[in-house]
């Protein structure tokens, strides 16, 4: 069975655009592939984390997947600091990848922006970890959002480059899944910005965690324009905000923009709000109170956590081994 890895980072409270643009397509790949699914505590502290928030944010980042509908049973739900293999094989990648490499990488350069000299050096290697991830499971495909794109070419990079160094085919050349037609969820106050934790407004985002009538009321209040719902998706060029509006229904209804459009086609926006708030309601309101739930005990997510790690670590030990002896390290078993 081809084998299905991703990451999500433990920072802050999830919206619709993770749910949207990640968490539902975990669930959704879950029904076709051997998945694990991992939470990046990792991958969190290339920027400063205070400690205690990120041990909250694992377990929250981790109680949302659950809540969303990941089996942990079935599938590998775990926090990456837990499989040691990670860390070992992104040491043996940061001698692999080169420095004009990592030098592209555009995520790199937005985050560290003008103070670069300032930038950890794990900010700077966080591609390399990245493919570990990846690489440690042999994993095949990625589901990762656009912004990802670039480090997974920079993992395909490295696992041929190993591969080529060392003449072996030992890793996969891995494929990116770029799920649905809800990539990109923009902001609910301004169109052409992505729908971000990051944004000071809260009323910019629908967060996993909020009341119905917290959702019903960001919808209401959501920036829209002077006309109406156009009957077709050109209708919607030069107007972001209604696209956002439209596109976040076709996505929690599961259909086709065109449709969307064609069925409100002429409606004044307050009625397509309330429609779209009941949509929302509907799909976010058990996940958020299963977030609730489950984050009062806390010890049974820890409990799912290191199960998940243990199943990991399985997939990875021997990989990880072969990895090893193929380098030429002497602290494995050798075979000759
Ligand atoms: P982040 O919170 O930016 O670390 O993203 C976590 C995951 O959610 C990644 O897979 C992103 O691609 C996805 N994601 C974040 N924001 C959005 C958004 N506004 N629309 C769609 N997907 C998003
Ligand atoms: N860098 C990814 C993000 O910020 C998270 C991530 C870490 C990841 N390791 C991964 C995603 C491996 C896919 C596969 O969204």
């Known amino acids: 069975m081809q084998r299905v890895f991703s990451g999500i980072q433990p920072t802050g409270n999830?919206?619709?655009?993770?749910?949207?643009?990640?968490?539902?397509?975990?669930?959704?790949?879950?029904?076709?592939?051997?998945c694990l699914y991992c939470v990046v505590d990792m991958h969190a502290i290339t920027v400063w984390q205070d400690p205690a928030e990120?041990?909250?944010?694992?377990?929250?980042?981790?109680?949302?997947?659950?809540?969303?509908?990941?089996?942990?049973?079935?599938?590998?739900?775990?926090?990456?600091?837990?499989?040691?293999?990670?860390?070992?094989?992104?040491?043996?990648?940061?001698?692999?990848?080169r420095l004009g490499w990592l030098n592209r990488m555009t995520q790199f350069k937005e985050k560290a922006g003008k103070h670069r000299e300032n930038a950890s050096v794990g900010l700077y290697a966080y591609p390399n970890l990245m493919a570990a991830d990846i690489l440690l499971y042999k994993a095949t495909h990625v589901p990762v959002g656009e912004d990802q794109k670039q480090h997974l070419e920079l993992a395909r990079d490295i696992a041929q480059k190993f591969n080529n160094d060392y003449g072996r085919e030992i890793f996969p050349i891995v494929e990116p899944l770029i799920l649905g037609p809800a990539a990109r969820v923009m902001s609910l106050r301004d169109g052409t910005k992505k729908m971000s934790k990051s944004d000071p407004s809260d009323y910019s985002r629908i967060n996993l965690v909020d009341d119905a009538d917290t959702i019903a009321l960001?919808?209401?209040?959501?920036?829209?324009?002077?006309?109406?719902?156009?009957?077709?998706?050109q209708g919607l060029e030069g107007r972001p905000e209604?696209?956002?509006?439209?596109?976040?229904?076709?996505?929690?209804?599961?259909?086709?923009?065109?449709?969307?459009?064609?069925?409100?086609?002429?409606?004044?926006?307050?009625?397509?709000?309330?429609?779209?708030?009941?949509?929302?309601?509907?799909?976010?309101s058990p996940i958020g109170a299963e977030v609730r739930r489950l984050l009062a005990d806390p010890g049974h997510i820890d409990r799912v956590l290191a199960d998940g790690a243990a199943r990991a670590e399985a997939i990875a030990a021997p990989i990880l081994a072969e990895v090893y002896d193929i380098v030429g390290f002497l602290n494995t078993p050798r075979r000759g």
């Open 242 to 284: 209604a696209a956002n509006l439209l596109g976040i229904y076709a996505a929690l209804t599961d259909a086709e923009l065109q449709d969307v459009c064609h069925g409100f086609a002429g409606s004044e926006w307050s009625r397509f709000k309330s429609q779209l708030a009941d949509r929302a309601v509907a799909a976010l």
């Open 218 to 233: 960001k919808i209401r209040k959501a920036t829209s324009d002077a006309g109406v719902v156009p009957d077709t998706p």
């Open 14 to 34: 999830l919206h619709l655009g993770n749910y949207l643009g990640a968490i539902r397509n975990w669930v959704r790949l879950q029904e076709r592939f051997e």
């Open 54 to 97: 990120l041990i909250a944010s694992t377990r929250s980042v981790a109680a949302a997947v659950l809540a969303a509908g990941v089996d942990a049973e079935r599938q590998i739900l775990f926090n990456q600091s837990r499989v040691a293999g990670h860390a070992q094989l992104a040491w043996v990648f940061n001698c692999v990848a």
